[in-house]
Every structure is written in structure tokens, then in C-alpha cells.
């Protein structure tokens, strides 16, 4: 089985659904942001603060257009989708999952954005940046799952049924 990619904006729940979708296909989980954390030695956060916003957009895109793995369930960062090298390079690898909730959905799941390790413009709401971002996550997404009214066994089963049909 190839991998299953998950793609959406921060507080979605890629990585919640991504350990539980693992476990239910007998896949590895992978958490593309902890694998940049390990390879850069720093919070994301860190590399934000030490390298700016395209700094750390241009080492995301670059660890995860080299993310070597198979039969696994790959929960990305949010701003992922920004890296063309990387969105070309997880397509080839799997299948690309969108999970979606509304703006007023995420926000009242997030905290501080900065300590979470989002990139976001300076003077930009969350709005912005979603408005920004769901055109980029429509574009790539092979599959799109609006979790707005969904629990996450519901959302496990709905990508399953998706990608064993």
C-alpha cells in the first residue's frame, strides 16, 4: 500500500487522524513536522524566529520532497502546500487527504499561532491566512474530507471507505 498524505490548516487534526487512521490500516505514522524538528535540531518555532518565514517554508519544502517512506500515514504541516517540490513529490508517494473545517472552526481550536510554529504574514488574521491556504489545500487534495460535523472515527471510517473503494 502507498502512503496516505494529510494536508489542512493547523487544529484540523492531521496528526489525531492521522495515529488513528495509522492504527486502523496497520500503517507507520509519520509526523512530517516532527521529522523536520529532528533533522534541524530546534522547535519549529525556533526555526521560525531564526530563519523567518520563507526560511522555514524553504526547509519544510525541502524535508518533505526528500520524506523516503511506504505504507505510512504522513500528517504534514500546515503550510506544507506552499512547497511545490514537496506537494509534487507527496502526490508521487500517495494519495493526498484534505482535511477541512471552517475558519471559525480552527480558530477556536488553536492557541497561540506563533508557539504552534504557523507561519502567518505579519498584520494577517487567521482569516487571512486561511483564505489564503484552502485554494492551495483544494489544489493538491486527491481527496477532500469536510470534518466540520464529522467525529474522528467518522472521519477514519469516510477515508477508509474512500480509499478502499
Known amino acids: 500500500m502507498h502512503n496516505l498524505i494529510l494536508i489542512g490548516m493547523p487544529g484540523c487534526g492531521k496528526s489525531t487522524v492521522g495515529v488513528v487512521l495509522a492504527k486502523a490500516l496497520a500503517m507507520d505514522f509519520v509526523d512530517s513536522d516532527l521529522v523536520i524538528q529532528k533533522e534541524m535540531g530546534m522547535k519549529l518555532s525556533q526555526l521560525i524566529d531564526l530563519h523567518g518565514d520563507d526560511g522555514f517554508r524553504a526547509i ?3 524535508i518533505n520532497a526528500e520524506l523516503d517512506m511506504d505504507s505510512s500515514v504522513i500528517a504534514t504541516g500546515g503550510s506544507v502546500i506552499y512547497g511545490e517540490d514537496a506537494m509534487r513529490h507527496l502526490k508521487e508517494i500517495g494519495t493526498v487527504i484534505y482535511l477541512k473545517l471552517s475558519c471559525d472552526t480552527i480558530a477556536d481550536r488553536l492557541g497561540d499561532l506563533h508557539a504552534r510554529g504557523v507561519t502567518i504574514k505579519p498584520g494577517w488574521t487567521l482569516q487571512d491566512l486561511y483564505n ?11 481527496i477532500t474530507v469536510d470534518c466540520e460535523h464529522m467525529m474522528l472515527r467518522e472521519v477514519v471510517e469516510y477515508i477508509r471507505a474512500r480509499i478502499e473503494a
Not at 489564503?132 to 486527491?142: G, I, Q, S, T
Open 132 to 142: 489564503e491556504r484552502v485554494p492551495l489545500y483544494e489544489k493538491w487534495a486527491d
Open 60 to 62: 519544510e519544502n525541502r
